[in-house]
């Protein structure tokens, strides 16, 4: 058994004996009744021999208790390695002593598991900047990719429409060209006069010295239903011989290029492989049906021809 108090066996456990170099018991227990037998109730006197319960520290004499004199010398020389309980406790003691042994080790486990923790939260706080940093970063290029897609809500790119020579390095005269071909475009061969074009410009734009060459209109128009409205007519450019290789799309940002780009790579690889009716809707690739496949088959056509083109669009 643990002998864990904080007082001295000798203190409680035993004597009464003047014979037995030990110190005297208390006037009062140490439950603080006084101190009367545990059994007969009667006083315990100091030339009687007695021996107090460690754990409800009740005296007892030594006959009542049944304690032989040789049991009793032998807990007297036993030291801090014996105890005595009286017979009510004994069970109780064993049961307390396991339970306070099964509480040691919970607690053990509680303390590593305690210990582990705190190692974890200190890894965690260092992680806490660099978190909040990258939460930073992400929020930054969200807010940045909403505002440049609001930028281009009211925008088309136009491929294919003739450079003139003049388009840059001689400002307006370029501009007006390509403002007065657009709008031919737009009001006369698509016959849509309500679909206004603000502005329009060349992308990618020329560096000193570089000479011009094909470079996709950027067509800003009035508002974005405008805009909707030339990206659903544009189909109506097929067949017309003088508008081939002449394609209208929406303005993407790099990240909607890119993403675009991916996608119709995947679904040339998919096509490839064997895979049927595939065609883009929303951003994915599904399977369509039949006729479907066949109505949007001009499209898809169409915009993997731009698709590649895209990529090189500032
Ligand atoms: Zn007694
Ligand atoms: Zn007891």
Same mark, same amino acid.
């Given at each position: 058994m643990a002998s864990s108090s904080k007082d001295k066996p000798h203190d409680r456990l035993?004597?009464?004996?003047?014979?037995?170099?030990l110190l005297n018991a208390p006037d009062v227990s140490k439950s603080g009744n006084?101190?009367?037998?545990?059994?007969?109730?009667k006083f315990v006197k100091d030339n009687t021999k007695a021996v107090c319960c460690e754990f409800c520290s009740v005296w007892f004499h030594t006959k009542c208790e049944g304690i032989s004199d040789e049991i009793y010398n032998f807990l007297n020389e036993g030291g801090e390695q014996i105890h005595w309980f009286c017979k009510k406790c004994n069970d109780m003691a064993i049961d307390v002593m396991k339970l306070v042994q099964s509480l040691k080790e919970k607690n053990d486990l509680l303390e590593k598991k305690i210990d582990e923790l705190s190692q974890q939260v200190e890894d965690l706080s260092s992680l806490k900047d660099d978190f909040a940093g990258k939460v930073r970063d992400i929020v930054r290029e969200e807010v940045k990719e909403i505002k440049d897609k609001e930028e281009r809500a009211c925008n088309v790119v136009i491929s294919s429409i003739p450079e003139s020579? +003049?388009? $840059?390095?001689k400002g307006d005269e370029g501009r007006r060209s390509d403002l007065e071909k657009v709008n031919y475009l737009i009001?006369?061969?698509?016959? +849509?006069? $309500?679909?206004?074009?603000?502005t329009t410009h060349r992308v990618p734009k020329l560096r000193d010295g570089n000479a011009s060459f094909n470079r996709k209109t950027v067509v800003k128009l009035e508002a974005p239903n405008q805009r909707n409205k030339l990206l659903r007519i544009?189909?109506?450019?097929?067949?017309?011989e003088e508008w081939q290789g002449v394609y209208i799309n929406p303005d993407l940002t790099v990240k909607e290029r890119k993403k675009d780009y991916e996608l119709r790579k995947e679904l040339k690889h998919r096509r490839e492989n064997g895979e049927h009716n595939l065609v883009l809707v929303g951003g994915k690739i599904v399977v369509s049906n039949r006729r479907q496949a066949n109505a949007s088959s001009f499209l898809l056509r169409s915009h993997s021809h731009v698709g590649s083109q895209n990529m090189q669009q500032q």
């Open positions: 035993k004597t009464r004996s003047n014979s037995l170099p006084p101190k009367n037998c545990g059994k007969c109730g020579v +003049a388009s $840059d390095s009001h006369e061969v698509l016959q +849509a006069p $309500d679909v206004k074009v603000v544009a189909k109506n450019l097929r067949g017309k």
